[in-house]
C-alpha cells in the first residue's frame, strides 16, 4: 500500500469515526438542546409564558416526544393558561426528512387542554398568534408576517 493510500484511508476513517462520534452525540444532546430552545425562545416569540418537562429524541430511530408543554394566557384573560400537554409523540419516515414533504406515520397527543376565552380584543389564542406574527415580522429580515394561505379560485372575498 503506498503512503498516499495509507493517508487517504486513515482520512477516510477518521471522518467515519468523527460522523458516527457526531451521530451518537446529537442521539443523546438533541432533546435537551430543543427543550432549552422552546423554554428560552418560546416565551419571546408567543408573548406569554412557555413550560416545557422535557424532550426526547431519536434521531435514528424518527422518534420525538415532548412531555409537560404548557403555553400561557395572554394578560388581560383569566385562565392560566390557554394551551397544556400532558404528551405529544410522533415517528417520522426517517427517508422523508431529506424530502420536500415531512412524513409522519404516527403521532400521538395524550391529556390536551385547549382554553379558548374572548376579551375585549379578540380571543387570547388570536392574541398569541400576532405575537408570533410580530416576532416573525421583526425577525425575518424585514420580510413581513407569516404568509397565509389564500381563498380558492372563484371564492368572494
Same mark, same amino acid.
Given at each position: 500500500?503506498?503512503?498516499?493510500?495509507?493517508?487517504l484511508s486513515g482520512l477516510v476513517i477518521a471522518?467515519?469515526?468523527?460522523?458516527?462520534? &457526531?451521530?451518537?452525540?446529537?442521539?443523546?444532546?438533541?432533546?435537551?438542546?430543543?427543550?432549552?430552545?422552546?423554554?428560552?425562545?418560546?416565551?419571546?416569540?408567543?408573548?406569554?409564558? +412557555?413550560?416545557?418537562?422535557?424532550?426526547?429524541?431519536?434521531?435514528?430511530?424518527?422518534?420525538?416526544?415532548?412531555? &409537560?408543554?404548557?403555553?400561557?394566557?395572554?394578560?388581560?384573560?383569566?385562565?392560566?393558561?390557554?394551551?397544556?400537554?400532558?404528551? +405529544?409523540?410522533m415517528t417520522l419516515a426517517l427517508r422523508s426528512?431529506?424530502?420536500?414533504?415531512?412524513?409522519?406515520?404516527?403521532?400521538?397527543?395524550? $391529556?390536551?387542554?385547549?382554553?379558548?376565552?374572548? &376579551?375585549?380584543?379578540?380571543?387570547?389564542?388570536?392574541?398569541? %398568534?400576532?405575537? +408570533?406574527?410580530?416576532?416573525?415580522?421583526?425577525?425575518?429580515?424585514? $420580510?413581513?408576517?407569516?404568509?397565509?394561505?389564500? %381563498?380558492?379560485?372563484?371564492?368572494?372575498?
Open positions: 500500500m503506498t503512503t498516499r493510500l495509507k493517508i471522518f467515519i469515526l468523527v460522523a458516527l462520534g &457526531g451521530i451518537l452525540w446529537l442521539s443523546y444532546e438533541l432533546g435537551p438542546l430543543v427543550a432549552t430552545a422552546v423554554r428560552t425562545f418560546g416565551p419571546d416569540i408567543t408573548g406569554v409564558s +412557555v413550560h416545557l418537562d422535557g424532550v426526547d429524541i431519536a434521531p435514528l430511530r424518527g422518534t420525538a416526544m415532548l412531555r &409537560g408543554l404548557v403555553v400561557g394566557n395572554p394578560k388581560g384573560f383569566h385562565a392560566e393558561q390557554a394551551l397544556s400537554l400532558g404528551e +405529544v409523540s426528512v431529506f424530502s420536500d414533504v415531512i412524513v409522519i406515520k404516527r403521532m400521538s397527543i395524550i $391529556k390536551p387542554e385547549l382554553t379558548y376565552e374572548f &376579551g375585549s380584543d379578540g380571543s387570547n389564542l388570536a392574541t398569541i %398568534q400576532r405575537n +408570533v406574527d410580530r416576532y416573525v415580522s421583526q425577525h425575518s429580515g424585514g $420580510k413581513g408576517a407569516v404568509e397565509r394561505p389564500r %381563498q380558492a379560485a372563484g371564492r368572494d372575498s
